[in-house]
């Protein structure tokens, strides 16, 4: 997702949540100020949870309002991250249940394009990199996923994990434990797969007419 996307995804998510909330009482925290510094974070994590990228800005929204909502519930000697991923973890275990959700895949959606620029050999493997961790995380199931990106991606305790998740901590040990297994062997899987699609595409470049 481009710059651009992010930028008009985040304004729309923000007009929406304005239209529907008022402002939160009981709480040191201003909604707007949290949004604009969290819009991104939940974006981010609503994909490597499962959410593609033509629902995002749907699944965004009704995180934003119950987050409003909530709000008041927020302990703030506690870490706000952990909290916000709770409500998109939720969200995300409801949009994969719909059928039609289960039945695609990543690789169904239109292809990203990528500016030419300089350094664009650097963007297109930053790209490559970032479709290869989805692609892997699609490996695992969701709540082995959660607790793999709160803590390896988003690089929370791992008993701020159980917490924020509800589950007990040697299970949070456990999902992280299976999680990286499956993800290694996911990530090896396709990176073979992705090799050899490159030297069959080269090899039938070199043997063109």
Known sequence: MTDRQNSLQAQSVEATAALHVVPAAGVGIDFRELFQAECS???HSLRRLGVHERDLE?????V??????????YDPSRPLRPWIFAFAYRFAADYRKLARHRREQIRDE???TVDAGPDVGDRIDAERS?????EALDALDLDKRAVFVMHEIDGTPIPAVAT???IPLNTAY???????????AQVKRLRLRNDHARAVAARSTREAP
């Open 58 to 62: 749907d699944v965004a929204h009704e």
């Open 174 to 184: 456990s999902r992280l434990r299976l999680a990286r297994e499956a993800f290694t």
């Open 110 to 112: 239109a292809p990203e």
């Open 41 to 43: 974070y939940v974006f």
């Open 164 to 166: 924020a998740l509800g």
């Open 130 to 134: 970032r479709k290869l961790v989805l």
């Open 64 to 73: 934003f309002l119950v987050i409003h909502k909530k709000l008041h519930e």
